[in-house]
């Protein structure tokens, strides 16, 4: 049961995390692109990204309570070394995610001032970039830690640097930017399908069809950059993971197993309907297919990333020692604090649409 509530919340963590570390990485390419070519759509694309981006942030942070919570009960002996081992740059990894986070209000409030300075607006959003991915790593770095305890010796005494030596440390961190990316380009084919949905007649000075199209097309590119690399990150991860690992992942005997290949095929269809959705007029039905399909991989590659921890860790002679030791405490507490903070924020969204309704 708590493995299952781990692969849910981070799955629902993760949906936010993809939103700030691919969503920052697109607003800033399209706010540079809608410079470069003066473009309207560009611009409007990436002011209303950056309006959106401290919201996903915030959402991304709450939501990442609970897998934080939950790796601790069930792994405890395993992630308090990992984030001992990582010293200093756990706490510059924090300091940098709110650092981002003021940034990103920076950037949405100075946006109109700035853009009579195209470069001092660019700097920021980059330097915004940067922390975000820089986090992402040092978050990816303990996930992989955890799985190494026999280096953590060997990584004391060698420092940081010692840790880029770990064979799928930089794989799994390329895969989770590029997977940023694609789930990015899905939020923005949701955005564009609302678009034409919604009834508006226009955007600005834009008809809503035709800016609903360019939106979900744009989208539509930026999954295909995010998922046609994973063509070789895959497989580079795949063969860093250890042989009993490996094989197990490719077994055909397991739930992970069968959701490994369940989502390649699926991956392998999204990757066909979404370049046919760029070489058609009509972009809203194979992108639809494409989106629903891409979905379904990064569902099930949730489910395969853990399936993949239990089986690492199942090869340590310890493991029973490292894994029984739950902190349940610490779980309820934050339970519960969850459930009162959900109850708080449906008093308050009804009594904010009572207020609305009877002003």
């Not at 969503?23 to 002011?47: D, F, K, N, P």
Request: with cysteine; charged share 10%.
């Amino acid at each position: 049961m708590v493995h299952g509530l781990l692969i849910l919340a981070f799955f629902v963590h993760a949906i936010f995390m993809n939103l700030v570390v691919g969503g920052t990485l697109v607003t800033v390419m399209t706010e540079a692109i809608g410079i470069a070519s003066r473009r309207a759509h560009y611009q409007q694309l990436a002011g209303t990204l950056a309006n959106w981006l401290p919201g996903f942030l915030g959402v991304a942070v709450v939501l990442g309570v609970m897998p934080l919570v939950l790796v601790h009960v069930l792994y405890g002996p395993l992630f308090a070394p990992t984030v001992s081992l990582l010293g200093d740059l756990w706490i510059i990894a924090f300091t940098a995610a709110m650092m981002g986070y003021a940034g990103l209000y920076g950037y949405s409030h100075w946006r109109g001032s700035l853009m009579h300075r195209p470069g001092i607006q660019l700097a920021l959003g980059t330097v915004i970039v940067a922390m975000f991915l820089g986090v992402a790593f040092v978050f990816v770095t303990a996930s992989v830690l955890m799985l190494h305890p026999e280096q953590w010796a060997k990584i004391q005494q060698g420092g940081f640097l010692s840790v880029l030596s770990l064979p799928s440390l930089l794989p799994r961190y390329g895969h989770l930017v590029l997977a940023a990316v694609a789930g990015m380009g899905i939020f923005l084919v949701c955005y564009g399908l609302f678009l034409t949905w919604s009834g508006q007649a226009s955007i600005g000075d834009e008809p809503t069809e035709r800016y609903a199209t360019w939106v979900t097309r744009y989208g539509v590119a930026w999954m295909l950059t995010g998922t046609l690399p994973q063509i070789v990150m895959g497989p580079w991860l795949l063969l860093s993971l250890p042989d009993v690992v490996r094989a197990d992942l490719i077994s055909g005997q397991s739930l992970g197993s069968f959701a490994f290949f369940v989502a390649l095929s699926a991956a392998l269809l999204s990757l066909v309907l979404l370049n046919a959705a760029l070489m058609v007029p009509d972009v809203k039905g194979l992108a639809i297919g494409g989106t629903l399909s891409l979905v379904i991989t990064v569902c099930l590659m949730v489910v395969v990333r853990h399936a993949v921890r239990v089986s690492w860790l199942s090869q340590h002679d310890d493991a029973a020692a490292l894994t029984t030791q739950g902190q349940w405490d610490v779980f309820y507490i934050v339970s519960t604090a969850l459930l009162l903070g959900l109850g708080l924020t449906v008093m308050l969204v009804r009594a904010y649409r009572k207020n609305r309704a009877n002003p």
